[in-house]
């Protein structure tokens, strides 16, 4: 449940979104994509009011939206180019040869371009990240949502996923949501971050502006320096 959370985020903006577990954050971005309702206040995405719009306004709606799950939850009875090429195909709009051209675009943007006939269950833990940022924009949506992108990597390919997020961001000019518990690398690529406790937003400001908050639950998330359990 989320108490009073006003939150603005800019057009082009890497956002970092951080905080304790179940303090809010999953349901922040269900509220965010339509998925829950609010009961009281105002949603306002890419200019449209989101709580007026129709079922199937909402459908469309939805289509402005990717997103990178903290598993992958990629097909593992797929190949690692059927498995980006999956959002377009379920769209309709595209016939196989452009498929197979964004596909290999994508790929070749996360440099795996020679892995297109490898299945899932052969690729590496980065890999497969890496697999799950070229379906996640493939569509070409204004906003991504990346959840955990980091999650069970070591440091080394942590700090290379985050930079290529970063990197894909920037040439795309998408709006990116991450969540994140690697918080240290999540702040070398982040404009912007919030951070949620007990369902408030209790900070929201630029990233050097998180690094010296003087807010107790700030300064204990990101520095260890506060008294006190989360």
Do not use: W
């Amino acid at each position: 449940m989320l108490h009073d959370v006003t939150l603005r985020i800019p057009a082009g903006c890497l956002y970092g979104l951080i905080g304790p577990g179940a303090s809010g954050k999953s349901v922040l971005l269900k509220m965010i994509t339509a998925l829950m309702r609010p009961d009281a206040g105002t949603l306002h995405v890419d200019g449209q009011d989101v709580l007026a719009l129709s079922e199937i306004e909402l459908a469309a709606f939805r289509l402005k939206f990717g997103m990178l799950f903290q598993n992958n939850a990629l097909f593992d009875s797929m190949t690692v180019a059927d498995n980006v090429g999956f959002p377009l195909r379920r769209l309709g709009r595209f016939g196989e040869e452009e498929i197979a051209e964004r596909v290999h675009e994508r790929l070749s943007a996360v440099s795996l371009a020679e892995f297109a006939d490898r299945i899932p269950a052969s690729l590496s833990g980065g890999q497969k990240k890496r697999v799950g940022v070229a379906r996640a924009t493939i569509t070409q949506a204004p906003i991504i949502f990346y959840d955990e992108p980091a999650a069970g990597l070591d440091p080394v390919t942590s700090q290379k996923i985050f930079d290529l997020l970063r990197k894909e961001q920037e040439s795309a000019k998408t709006t990116v949501i991450m969540v994140s518990s690697d918080i240290d690398r999540l702040l070398t690529v982040t404009d912007r971050v919030g951070m949620m406790y007990r369902g408030s937003l209790v900070f929201d400001g630029s990233t050097s502006e998180a690094q010296g908050s003087a807010h107790a639950h700030v300064k204990q998330f990101i520095h260890g320096l506060a008294e006190g359990p989360l």
